[in-house]
């Protein structure tokens, strides 16, 4: 059974950091691209950053980049997401998921429908 699950959100104020980590069971994140997600009350789910399967490279909305990194560590088979100098729009429920990728395709955030697997969420909130 695949699952995935996120850990590492919470309260914090605008400027301060975070990481979430992505943990799998059941797949090897290692031969999917991993990609972060987020959904703010009100709004549809947005793609902001993945990592393509194979050469590890990274992606960013605009909205995150610079601010935000995302990473993998295919020992603990765990991905990661470094986010810095949060904003009160930051807010939202954030998810992992995984799609299947061929070896040297690039991962796509904003492909949506094409992540198979994905975690239950967790929530950052940043406020003053």
């Known amino acids: 059974q695949v699952q995935l699950v996120e850990s590492g959100g919470g309260l914090v104020q605008p400027g301060d950091s975070l990481r979430l980590s992505c943990a799998a069971s059941?797949?090897?994140?290692?031969?999917?691209?991993v990609g972060w997600f987020r959904q703010a009350p009100g709004k549809e789910r947005e793609g902001i950053s993945c990592?393509?399967?194979?050469?590890?490279?990274?992606y960013y909305a605009n909205s995150v980049k610079g601010r935000f990194t995302i990473s993998r560590d295919g020992a603990k088979n765990m991905v990661y997401l470094q986010m810095n100098s949060l904003k009160p729009e930051d807010t939202a429920v954030y998810y992992c998921?995984?799609?299947?990728?061929?070896?040297?395709?690039?991962?796509?955030?904003?492909?949506?429908?094409?992540?198979?697997?994905w975690g239950p969420g967790t929530q950052t909130t940043v406020s003053s």
């Open positions: 998921a995984a799609a299947p990728s061929r070896v040297a395709q690039r991962c796509q955030f904003d492909r949506i429908s094409t992540y198979s697997y």
């Open positions: 059941g797949v090897a994140l290692g031969y999917y691209a």
């Open positions: 990592i393509s399967r194979s050469d590890g490279s990274t």
